[in-house]
């Protein structure tokens, strides 16, 4: 089991940045991609970005690219999202997620979510 946590998320105003961290443990080692999601009030839950363990090749949604990084920190076992140029369409609970080997083929393991809110 990969137990996840995330942290960092906050207000702030529109065109601001933030940086979450999610911090992997448990079964760390059979970690094959991690990502972020987020889900705003009323819409279901989207795709932000995905790096892959081993690589670092990464992927973005449309809405984000140009404004978000993904990265990992191998060793520490992090995940971390840098929001940049944020707007208020940004708002939304962020998951951090992880794929593991042998697993379900999308995102095994889940974390609680960090409130993330841009005001105008």
């Known amino acids: 089991q990969v137990r996840l946590v995330e942290s960092g998320g906050g207000l702030v105003q529109a065109g601001g940045s933030l940086r979450l961290s999610c911090d992997a443990a448990?079964?760390?080692?059979?970690?094959?991609?991690m990502g972020w999601f987020r889900q705003a009030p009323g819409k279901e839950r989207e795709f932000v970005a995905r790096i892959r363990w081993s690589g670092g090749t990464t992927d973005y949604a449309d809405s984000v690219k140009g404004r978000f990084n993904i990265s990992r920190h191998k060793v520490k076992n992090a995940v971390y999202l840098q929001m940049d140029m944020l707007t208020p369409e940004d708002t939304a609970v962020y998951y951090c997620?992880?794929?593991?080997?042998?697993?379900?083929?999308?995102?095994?393991?889940w974390g609680q979510g960090t409130q993330v809110t841009v005001s105008s």
């Open positions: 997620a992880a794929a593991v080997v042998g697993g379900s083929g999308g995102m095994d393991y």
């Open positions: 448990g079964r760390t080692f059979s970690t094959v991609a």
